[in-house]
């Protein structure tokens, strides 16, 4: 287990339990993200976005544990949940069928959820620390590339804007979104 954990991990984690937004890296980009739970946070997000909540949004978690009250596990079979926790060459992104009760401010207009799991360090850092998954969407204004470094993040958010100040993973491109139930490509990464 690494003991190497960025000097702002504390302050991030104390942002979102107090529901901001935050920005931190995955596999390629940094993502923004806050908890998926609370529905003030989840609209800070959007408007930061400029993202319509028709949309749904992704959540991430580094075990499956983390993302289970948001899937209706019953939906699938065993096949199906297989193929969602392998682990893959590039990140993958699932969408899978919604637990009866998931808030529409997550899954937009969509029965389903998109949800991954993020081998990235800093997502497991997070998650432990606050005991809920969290929301990613690209860290990048309407218009600009998504942010690869915490620099670029504060160009865009500003020099105050919560980032945790680690790498992005190795990957080139932000997730594939494939559909759980047809395995058909959504978005290729």
């Known amino acids: 287990m690494n003991t190497q954990h960025p000097a702002n991990v504390q302050y991030i984690v104390e942002q979102l ?3 901001q937004v935050v920005a931190y890296p995955t596999e390629a980009v940094f993502g923004l993200g806050c908890n998926p739970l609370n529905e003030s946070a989840v609209q800070k997000l959007l408007v930061l976005k400029q993202r319509p909540v028709e949309k749904g949004l992704i959540l991430v978690a580094p075990t ?23 682990r893959y060459d590039r990140p993958t992104t699932w969408l899978v069928p919604a637990a009866p009760g998931t808030p529409a401010f ?7 959820i998109a949800i991954r799991l993020c081998r990235h360090e800093a997502v497991r850092l997070l ?6 998954a969290l929301i990613s969407t690209s860290a990048n204004l309407s218009g ?3 942010c690869r470094t915490a620099q670029e993040v504060k160009a865009q958010f500003g020099a105050d804007f919560p980032v945790l100040e680690m ?7 932000p997730s594939t979104i494939r559909d759980l139930l047809t395995n058909q490509v959504i978005r290729q990464g």
């Open 106 to 112: 997550l899954t937009g207009r969509f029965d389903s």
């Open 17 to 19: 339990k107090h529901n």
């Open 167 to 173: 790498a992005t993973g190795q990957a080139e491109n």
């Open 144 to 146: 600009l590339p998504p």
């Open 64 to 86: 499956l544990s983390y993302l289970q009250p948001f899937i209706n596990i019953a939906a699938l079979d065993a096949a199906q949940l297989q193929r969602l926790t392998a």
């Open 127 to 132: 998650c432990e620390q606050t005991g809920f």
